[in-house]
């Protein structure tokens, strides 16, 4: 059976030509990635020992997003001291880290792409008080 299609295949389908059509398809697939683009990608952050999980909303070239995702860590370590914060009025003992600043901290981390918004961060516990 797979002989024969073997057969039919190098009778029919030239080797060049499926040389040259994946040739042109990894030359497509890399003029793509030089457009500008716009996805999620989530980003494990260590604040002083306190670990949790941000969404982040980013744009950049498609290479740029690519070895991002591809090679890289997405783990930041962030001292505390370079956040704005305030104390939960929700829990006793825990902290409500700004946005804000939670975004430029995670922006100085992505030189190679710009961080357009992240989602919800979550209250941690006080550093000085665990």
Known sequence: ????????LLR???PIFVVMLLASFVLWYIAKLNYT????QTVHINVDGEQFDVVCVVEGLGTNLFSRIAYMRNSLRIPL???HWAPSSEQEGYIDIDPQSLQNAISVHYGDVK????????PIKHPEKR
Not at 1 to 8: I, R, T
């Open 1 to 8: 059976m797979f002989e024969s299609v073997k057969q039919w």
């Open 12 to 14: 029919y389908v030239s």
């Open 37 to 40: 683009y716009t996805t999620e």
């Open 81 to 83: 001291a370079d956040l």
């Open 115 to 122: 961080v357009i918004s992240i989602g919800n961060v979550p």
